[in-house]
C-alpha cells in the first residue's frame, strides 16, 4: 500500500502575517506569498522565489533585469552591484524572512546568485552547503598559470570539480591586431583556442575535483591536440568573451576537455577536443609516463594516435 505523505501546516498568527508583509512591503509581487507559504509549509522549493525577490528589493532599476536573465553565474559586486552592507541588509531579511541564521564566515565567501541561492536552500532544508567553486581575480590568475602578459586571455575565472568558466575583455590594444588585419583587426581563431587552453591549464592547477591530481605542476602542463573546432563568428575589439571548458576524460599524463565561447547570446566558437599534457609532482605516484625533455623542449611520453 502507498504512502501517502503529509506536510504539517502552521498558520500564521494576524500579527506575523502583518509583520511579514510590513517586511517585504518593497518586494516584488509574490514574494511576500511565498513567504507566508514557506513559514506556513517549510517548503524549500519557495526559497528561490523569496531570495530572489528579497535581493530584487535592494537592487538599482538596471540591475533587475539581469537578475531575471536565467544566467546562474551573476556576480553579486560586480554585476548587480551588492556592497558588503548592503549583502548585510539583504541577508538579515533573509533571516527574519525564513527564521534561520547564517555563519558570517560562510557568507564571505558567497559570490554569485547561485551561491546564495544554493547555501540558503542548505540552511533551510538541513542539507551540507553545496561545494562553492573557486572564484579568482587577475591577478591570481597571473600568480597560478606559467602564461603571463601580453599573452594572458583571462580576466576573471571560476574553477569547479568538473567545468572552469572565465571571462576575456578585447580591449583593443592586443599586440596580434595589429597585423591581423590591415586596417581590420580581428581576434585570430587560433587565439581563442588558446584562451580556452588557458582556462584548461587553470583548471588542472586550481580544481579540487577527485579526479584531478593535487599536485600538478605549472611549469609541466603543455598543448598536445585539438580536434573537432569549429568558430562560429568574427571577434573584434570590445568583444567580451565568456568562456567554459569541461572535462571530458583524464589520466596522467592526459588531460581532454571540451571547450566553448560565447560572445553575448551567439557562440563563437567551439572545440571538441582540447588535450593537455601534464606532470605531477615527484612524490605522486605516476600511473602512466612522465613529461619528459628532449632537447631542452618538453614533450609527452605517449605516443601520437
Known amino acids: 500500500m502507498n504512502q501517502i505523505s503529509t ?27 511565498a513567504a507566508v507559504e514557506y513559514r506556513e509549509t517549510s517548503n524549500p522549493k519557495l526559497i528561490p522565489q523569496i531570495v530572489s525577490g528579497i535581493i530584487e528589493r535592494f537592487l538599482e532599476p538596471e540591475a533587475k533585469p539581469l537578475l531575471h536573465s536565467g544566467k546562474t553565474d551573476i556576480r553579486l559586486f560586480e554585476d548587480l552591484g551588492i556592497d558588503s552592507l548592503t549583502m548585510m541588509e539583504i541577508v538579515i531579511l533573509v533571516e527574519e524572512t525564513l527564521n534561520i541564521s547564517f555563519d558570517n564566515n560562510e557568507l564571505r565567501e558567497l559570490r554569485t546568485f547561485e551561491d546564495i541561492q ?34 594572458l586571455f583571462l580576466n576573471r575565472a571560476t574553477v569547479g570539480e568538473e567545468t572552469a568558466k572565465g571571462e576575456y ?38 580544481s579540487e575535483g577527485s579526479q584531478v591530481p593535487s599536485s600538478v605542476l605549472s611549469e609541466a602542463v603543455f598543448f598536445k591536440s585539438c580536434d573537432g573546432v569549429r568558430c562560429h563568428r568574427i571577434c573584434r575589439p570590445g568583444d567580451h568573451f565568456t568562456m567554459e571548458v569541461k572535462l571530458k576524460r583524464i589520466r596522467r599524463p592526459i588531460a581532454i576537455f571540451e571547450g566553448l565561447i560565447t560572445v553575448g547570446n551567439e557562440k563563437a566558437a ?21 613529461v619528459a625533455k628532449v632537447n631542452g623542449t618538453a614533450h609527452a611520453g605517449v605516443a601520437a594516435s
Open 270 to 290: 567551439f572545440a571538441e577536443e582540447i588535450a593537455l599534457a601534464f606532470d605531477c609532482a615527484p612524490d605522486e605516484p605516476a600511473a602512466e609516463p612522465e
Open 169 to 206: 575583455k578585447v580591449d583593443g590594444s592586443e599586440f596580434f591586431l595589429e597585423g591581423h588585419f590591415k586596417n581590420n583587426p580581428v581576434v585570430p581563431a587560433s587565439i581563442m583556442i588558446e584562451a580556452l587552453g588557458q582556462l584548461a591549464v587553470l583548471f588542472l592547477l586550481k
Open 118 to 151: 544554493s547555501y540558503m536552500d542548505s540552511k533551510a532544508t538541513g542539507s551540507p552547503a553545496p561545494k562553492r567553486a573557486a572564484s579568482l581575480g587577475f591577478e591570481e590568475i597571473a600568480s597560478t598559470l606559467p602564461q603571463q602578459p601580453p599573452f
Open 7 to 33: 506536510v504539517a501546516i502552521i498558520t500564521l498568527s494576524p500579527e506575523d502575517t502583518l509583520k511579514l508583509k510590513e517586511s517585504l512591503k518593497r518586494c516584488p509581487d509574490g514574494t511576500f506569498e
